[in-house]
């Protein structure tokens, strides 16, 4: 039988400066490079905010990607003809509250709220407000991410605007 090293534990420092860092990555628009933060098999959703909890298989979602769906995403986004996205938002992430939730083997769970700024040439300043489930999976030491979550705390959707930009 052979001796299987158990998988070292990932501190909540060691997230939070990963969350840290994908949030600077989305805010420069190098979606290229948080690409390559997923898994092969990664699922970003963003789930209706009267079923937070909803299953994207029932529920219609504001987004439900699988890993195809946001590399197309991406590539959508970074192209010239992004109508929505061209210019190009600015946002700013603040990160904060970062807990690890459970911890069993190679997978992680945690959670952190945040405050996304957009700001777009003719158009008002917006905030998103909410709190950013992750799934991780940890590959060879490195943090990666099988599942996004982003669960919005808005009363009403229709005052976030177009969300067109990966939140």
Not at 101 to 113: L, Y
Not at 122 to 138: A, L, W
């Amino acid at each position: 039988m052979a001796n299987r090293e158990p998988a070292p534990l990932i501190t909540r420092a060691q997230i939070e400066d990963f969350l840290y860092f994908e949030a600077e990555l989305l805010d420069s628009w190098e979606l290229e490079k948080w690409l390559e933060l997923l898994t092969d098999d990664a699922s970003y959703y963003v789930p209706p905010n009267d079923r937070p909890d909803g299953s994207h298989a029932d529920t219609l979602f504001l987004v439900a990607d699988d890993t195809h769906r946001i590399r197309s995403r991406v590539k959508r986004l970074l192209s010239k003809n992004a109508h929505a996205e061209n210019p190009r938002s600015r946002t700013k992430r603040m990160i904060h509250n970062v807990r690890i939730v459970s911890q069993e083997g190679a997978t992680v769970h945690a959670k952190a709220n945040f405050v996304v700024y957009r700001f777009r040439r003719n158009s008002p300043d917006r905030e998103y407000v909410g709190t950013y489930y992750y799934q991780f999976h940890i590959e060879n030491g490195q943090i990666k991410i099988k599942e996004r979550r982003a669960v919005l705390e808005a009363e009403e959707l229709g005052s976030l605007y177009n969300i067109s930009f990966i939140l």
